[in-house]
């Protein structure tokens, strides 16, 4: 086998790495995505609702940060589950504010996009700068990185805000994520 000039076999390596980590994303299943049924349903009935949307998912959306995530939100928001959603830093639950009427998920995916860019344009170019310079500063020189993580919280305080601002007209409710266990069943458990 012949490398290009100048090439090492560590550089063919990791250039292999690089494109094997890059194509498989594309293809990876969704990860877990929490939801809670906002109305009395049977497990079997969430678990049909999840795999309904997780086939829902193209894969195709362009613009988002995670797009198959938030295509996967949408489905499961139309459906009326409070669902997570990560904005930028922010980890967030929507859902919407009335049960009442039908909401298709396209027009839940429109403004779930829409909101996101609205929080987007709201960064900082400082920010958008600094948060990767920060980020390497970190792992070289720990008391950095400590400062970083404990201004984050307040960073994404306002990525909520933001996005919250956005949604809330659009007849959303949003709310910080906490880690909490699923309050939804998963198969094979009782209530």
């Known amino acids: 086998m012949h490398f290009h000039r100048g090439m090492s076999g560590r550089g063919v390596l990791a250039l292999t790495c690089v494109l094997a980590a890059a194509t498989t994303g594309c293809a990876a299943k969704l990860r877990e995505i929490p939801t809670h049924s906002l109305s009395k349903r049977t497990p079997a009935v969430v678990e049909r609702d999840t795999r309904q949307c997780e086939d829902a998912v193209t894969g195709h959306l362009k613009g988002p940060w995670l797009g198959g995530e938030l295509e996967f939100a949408a489905c499961m928001i139309a459906r009326n589950y409070q669902t997570f959603v990560q904005v930028l830093d922010a980890p967030l639950e929507v859902r919407r504010a009335s049960l009442r ?36 500063a970190g792992l070289l020189f720990w008391p950095v990185g400590f400062g970083a993580s404990t201004a984050s919280p307040v960073l994404a305080g306002q990525r909520r805000r933001d996005y919250t601002a956005c949604m809330e007209p659009r007849g959303y409710v949003v709310t910080t994520w906490k880690s909490e266990p699923s309050a939804m069943p998963r198969q094979g458990e009782g209530p």
Request: charged share 30%; proline share 3%.
């Open 101 to 136: 009427g039908k909401l298709s998920s396209a027009r839940v995916l429109k403004d779930l996009v829409a909101c996101e860019r609205f929080a987007s344009d709201h960064v900082s170019v400082l920010e958008k700068i600094g948060r990767p310079l920060v980020a390497v």
